[in-house]
Each structure stands twice: as C-alpha cells, then as structure tokens.
C-alpha cells in the first residue's frame, strides 16, 4: 500500500486548488466528480491486515508527527533531561501514554517486577518490605490526574523562545491511574505521632528524593501501578510511581522504592537547589508544590496552521489546575480586548486536564488569540507580565501565564507575546 | 480521611536492609554517617572521580554544573546558583554526592570519601581553610552562606487574591496589541525539514 497518490487524484487536487482560489472551502463546490469516490479504491476491494498482524498496536504511519520530541540544547545529558508530549495533535484529555512526556535525572530504568521492594521506615512503629505482590493485595483506588513539570513553560520566562506548544506547554500528561493509596501504605506501618513529613525516593541512580507533609500523603496521594488502563510504561516509573495530584511533577517519584516517615522535611537536592523559585529580592520560594490554574490553545498554534482558508474554525485547548476543578475558561481573538467564555467539553475533573472548544467563524484576518482558565477558588489565570510584576524573571518554574498566538493572515501561526 | 485497618501484608524491614537504603541527611545531620575527610584528601577523590565533569576547582566544564562560585548573584540578571551561592544546608551537599554522584557511577563512594570531597567543596567555595577537617561531629557547626535565602511557598498570600478578581470582558485593552517578542526571532526549535517547527500537522488537502 503506497502513500503515493495515482494520476487521477493528482488531476483532482491540481482542479480544487484552482476553483478553490479566493473562495471559502466548504463553499466551493466540485468541478469534477472526485476519483476518490467514483473509483473502487484499493482498500474497498482487498483485504486489510489480519488480526493476527499487530498483537500490540502502534498508531498508524500517517500520524508519525505526534511523537514526543526533545530540544538537545535545554539540558547538558540526554539521561537528566525532557521531552514534550504532542499535545498540538491531541484530543481529548487523556494522553496516550507512548507519546506522554517523560523526564529523568538518570535515565529510564528497567525494573521488573520481581526485583521490585518497597520500604517504609523511619517513625514508623513497624518498618516494612513490601514486595509487588504485596502491593496487589491492598484495596485499589483510582484517579485521574495531570502530571505537569514545574518547569513547563520556564523557557519563556523571559521572552517567546519556542515555536509551538508542545514545546512551550507539553511538559505534562494527562493519565486514568489505578493503584493503592498511600495511607493504607502508612496504615500498615503505623506512621507515630512525631512523624510530619515523608520522605518518597526512587530506586534510580539519581532518586530523586522529596519531602511531602504528612497532611498531603494522608490525603489523595496514590501509590500507582496502572496507568491509562496498563501497567506504567518503564518510562513513566514501572512498576510503580507515585501520584500527587495537583502539584509539581518532580514530586511524581518514579520507581518508588522508599517512604521515610520524618519529624522535618529533608530539603533534598530536589528541592534546595533545584525546585525552589527565585524572587527579585535574590531570596526564593520553596515548597512551591502546587500547579496553579492553567490553559492553552493546542489549536491552532505554530504546529497546527490554519490550511483550510476563512470561515468555520475550531479553536480547541486544555485548561488545567491544581487547586481543583476548572470552572470556565475564556478565549479572546483580539488579544484580549474582548473576552468570549468557550465550552468545556467533557467532565472537568478535579486536578485533571479539561478540555475545552471555542467555535467561531475566522474571517481571514490577523489574531492574537489567548485562552484564561478559571478554577473552582475563583483563582484566574494570570497573563505573564502579571507574574514578572511579582516574581521578576528568574523563577524558573511555575509558569501558567496566558500563551499568546500571533494567527497570521495566511494561517501561519506564530508564538509571541504583545504588549 | 481514615486509613484502612492494617491487613497485615508486608514484612519487617531488617536493620541491614534499612541502613542500605535510608542513607538521607536531614538539615540537622540526622542520618550522618561517622566518618570524617579533609580538603586535601577531597581535592584528590574530587580529581579522580569528579572533575572530568566539574573541573579541577568545581567551577564546571563547558555546560555542567558549577559547584563553587556565584556568590552575590542572586538577584543578577542571570544568577549564577552554586552550593556556596545558593544552596542553604550543608546536609544536601553530603546526601546528593554519596547517593547521586559520580553522574552515571553513583553510589561508588564511601562516607569518607563523601565527607573529603564536602570538605574540598566548602573550601572551593571559601568557606572553610585548607587544612579543614570535616567530620560527623563538626558538620552541623558549618552554616551555609545562603542558609536564610529561602521561604515557604506564599502564593496563598501575594498571588492568590490579586488573581482572584472577576476578570474583564470587553474593552479590557487600551491599545492595539503591539507584538514585543516573537519566538520566529530566536529560531532555536528544532525543525521538520521544510523549515516548520518539528511536528507540524502533515498538509491533509493541498491548497
């Protein structure tokens, strides 16, 4: 089966182009009857592929861009660094999990089951080892949640760096997880009452280690296994990652191979030097879990030109947050003179990605088109200048400021920022 | 939120098994193990094991981390964030190294050497002599110059309500917008071979 188009598809497209010039798309009607049509295809008279051909399926060969990529000149190691979900390409909310963004401080790890230990210790009035097994008999639970980098969207701090957003928003995923929760981790070992904080550490090189109030691991925070339906790609932590809805991806420990029940936060490498935000005053926040209200249009965007001329237009997008559920999310065409509200589609889970879709009829002309996400605290996306006035430029992380794009008038679409 | 009873699964973590994996330093040297290095020795375990990567005087080679150095840049326009700059606990120095590093041969170094090569780091940085000597006794005597540069998140008190307003909805600008940066200036995205950024959705009908 060829890609190629035959002679008389070539004929049909050279004739649309031509009656197409100047008209509205869906308005332009056929000067020939279309081969594509009027003549038996190939595949509407042989056979397709047997059942028997891919006992694991990969998309289809056409949709070869939606891949995660990377950009080599972020990070100094392939192994301590990111790559971005194609969320310009996706719908939905749930990521499909062989393109969903993945960062490691040392690489993916292979990790079988069977090697796999889990231990609790510390204040803890029974310390344990826990082997998979083990962990399949606990009652499970299940959630779905957003897995954001905090540093999605760092690059721009200072300007518009990137073209496209999968590379300026697509540090982040979006996956249905079934696993046990913590608590019932700590039940088992008896958490004493000087114990305030647990220490999570992965059984990779680089651990990974992180500090979270016993408050949150007593709450929603979930020891997972399964992830959109299968176990968790090697990737993403197999066999078992943590869970902590709403706050930063860092804390999502991967291979999660110890829980250390303390008296104080370890204040770890992962959150002193890295994972702490500068201020303009040189000091910096730490602590700074929380993913706060967010959104972007996926498209159009740079990846994702408008092809099809004037006239209907789908603007769609994700808006998320970590206090909660999105409550509304607006679209401007104007850069943000007028504001229009856009429709959520599909639930707006807690702490999830929610989609949204924004119908209009584009007239050919220029746009600045921007999205702001509300959520349930009545918290509002701010615009980036409103977060530089406060934090200045050197934040690094936690960067859910309003994205911008400049939608030319051939459709090309260009990330900026306005003033 | 109540846990669940206990069910009894799991079994008792052995002493061995709990001090092979619970090697965490906490701020107040909780968990240091004994031992102790000097500079001199932290010098030669740092050359051997340490600065292929982050040079003779742990000021980095080309485009990894620099260790020492960067003091007073904190509010620069590009900060220059190293263990004697920006780091506030000693405790993290000791803990990263002995359970993280060498980056692709880590957890190679024993509690002397780790305790040499975090003497060989304050000394880069100029917070201790030459002939200092680093133990599990004196360690928590060394406060790190940036040790009062951090505070909890306060989102919840300088972000939260000025971005709680209801929002505007119309003639919300005073001005046309006016395109200030373009990420096309930059041109630092990977690309697909026609020039477009990588992933840019295939051409469905040709126009």
Sequence with gaps: MTDEPTPSRRAFLAGTAAAGAGLVASAAAAQTADPLITEVQPWASAFGDPVDAAPYGMPISFESHVVRRNVEWLTESPVSSINFTPIHALEGTITPQGCAFERHHSGAIELSKTDYRLMINGLVDK?????????????????????????????????????????????????????????????????????????????????????????????????????????????????????????????????????????????????????????????????????????????????????????????????????????????????????????????ARSKALTRFHYDMTWDGSEMFILSRAMDETGYVQPTKQALRDIRGLNNVYHNNSIQTWWVRADGEVENVEIA | LAAAAPLGLGRPALPDEIDAWDVAVLPDGTGLPEGSGDVETGDQVFYDNCASCHGDFAEGLDSWPVLAGGTGTLTDPRPVKTIGSYWPHLSTVFDYVHRSMPFGGAQTLTADDTYAITAFLLYSNGIVEDDFVLTHENFTEITMPNADGFYPDDRAATEYPAFSAEPCMENCRSAAPEVTKRAVDINVTPEDPDGKPAGTLPVIIAQ
């Excluded at chain 1, 910096?284 to 990846?303: E, L, N, Y």
């Design chain 1, 127 to 347: 310390p344990l080892v826990f082997t998979f097994e083990d962990l399949l008999r606990f009652p499970r639970h299940i959630t779905t949640a957003f897995c954001e980098c905090a540093a999605n969207g760092g690059m721009e701090w200072g300007g518009a760096q990137l073209e496209g957003c999968q590379f300026t928003q697509g540090m982040i995923h979006n996956m249905e997880y079934t696993g046990v929760m913590l608590r019932d981790l700590l039940a088992e070992a008896g958490v004493q009452t000087a114990g305030k904080w647990v220490y999570v550490e992965g059984a990779d090189a680089s651990s990974n280690g992180r500090s979270i109030p016993l408050e949150k691991a007593l709450d929603d925070v979930m020891v997972a296994f399964f992830a959109n339906g299968e176990a968790l790609r090697k990737e993403h932590g197999y066999p078992v990652r943590l869970v902590v809805p709403g706050w930063e991806g860092n804390m999502w420990v991967k291979w999660v191979r110890r829980i250390g029940v303390y008296d104080q936060a370890v204040e770890s490498r992962e959150e002193t030097s890295k994972y702490t935000d500068m201020m303009p005053d040189g000091r910096a926040r730490k602590w700074t879990w929380v993913m706060d209200a967010k959104s972007v249009i996926t498209s159009p965007s740079p990846q994702a030109p408008i092809r099809h001329g004037a006239g209907p237009l789908v603007v769609t997008g994700l808006a998320w947050s970590g206090n909660g559920r999105i409550t509304r999310v607006d679209v401007s065409t104007d850069g943000g003179a007028t504001w229009t509200p856009a429709r959520i589609s599909g639930e």
